[in-house]
C-alpha cells in the first residue's frame, strides 16, 4: 500500500498568501496606471512647446499629442491658460534627428531610419512654482521603415514624426505619471 503525502492546508494557504504579500510589497502595479502628482493637481495648463530645432513644427505634433494622451489617459482637466491651472507643463524640444539604420543593398538608399527625439520636460504647480516632475534630458527613439520609392519618402518621414510626437506624448506622460 502506497502512502500518500499530503503538505498541511494551513501551510499550503500561509505560503500562498505570503507570496501573494509580498508581490504586493514590491511595488508592482499596473504599467501605465500610476499616479505620483499630488492631490491638489486637478487641472494642467499645456502653453505651446518650445523647439530649438529646425525641424519644423515637430513642438506642435508633439503637444498635440501630450495633450491627447492627458485627456485619453488621466483624469486632469487640460485648460488653456495658466492662471486657470494647478499645474503648467512646459517642455523644449532640445534636439531632432533621423539616421539611416539600414540600407536597400540594390539601391544603396535607406530603408530603415531611426529619429531620436531630445527634450527638457517640467511640469510646475502653478500654486506655489515648485517643481512636481523635470526631465531635462528626455531621450525618445521612434524606427520606421522608408518606401524604395523616392517620393514616398517625405510622405513617410512625415507620417514617422507624428508617430515619433505620438511616442514622446506616451512615454512623456508616463514619466510625469510614475515620477520617473
Not at 534630458?137 to 514624426?161: C, G, H, K, N, W
Amino acid at each position: 500500500m502506497r502512502r500518500r503525502l499530503h503538505a498541511p492546508v494551513p501551510a499550503l494557504a500561509a505560503a500562498v498568501v505570503s507570496l501573494a504579500l509580498l508581490a504586493a510589497s514590491c511595488g508592482y502595479g499596473i504599467a501605465g496606471r500610476a499616479d505620483s502628482l499630488p492631490d491638489e493637481i486637478q487641472s494642467i495648463a499645456i502653453p505651446p512647446f518650445a523647439n530649438v530645432t529646425t525641424e519644423y513644427k515637430i513642438e506642435q505634433q508633439v503637444r498635440s499629442a501630450v495633450v491627447q494622451e492627458f485627456i485619453t489617459r488621466t483624469r486632469y482637466r487640460i485648460v488653456t491658460g495658466d492662471e486657470a491651472a494647478d499645474a503648467t507643463l512646459n517642455a523644449t524640444i532640445l534636439l531632432f534627428r533621423d539616421s539611416p539604420v539600414t540600407y536597400d543593398p540594390v539601391t544603396n538608399r535607406a530603408s530603415t531610419v531611426q529619429t531620436e527625439t531630445h527634450l527638457h520636460v517640467a511640469l510646475r504647480d502653478s500654486h506655489n512654482s515648485q517643481v512636481v516632475y523635470e526631465n531635462p534630458r528626455m531621450i525618445l527613439t521612434e524606427t520606421y521603415e522608408v518606401s524604395i520609392d523616392p517620393q514616398a519618402y517625405f510622405e513617410e518621414r512625415q507620417a514617422a514624426i507624428a508617430r515619433a510626437g505620438r511616442s514622446a506624448a506616451r512615454e512623456m506622460v508616463s514619466a510625469i505619471l510614475s515620477g520617473f
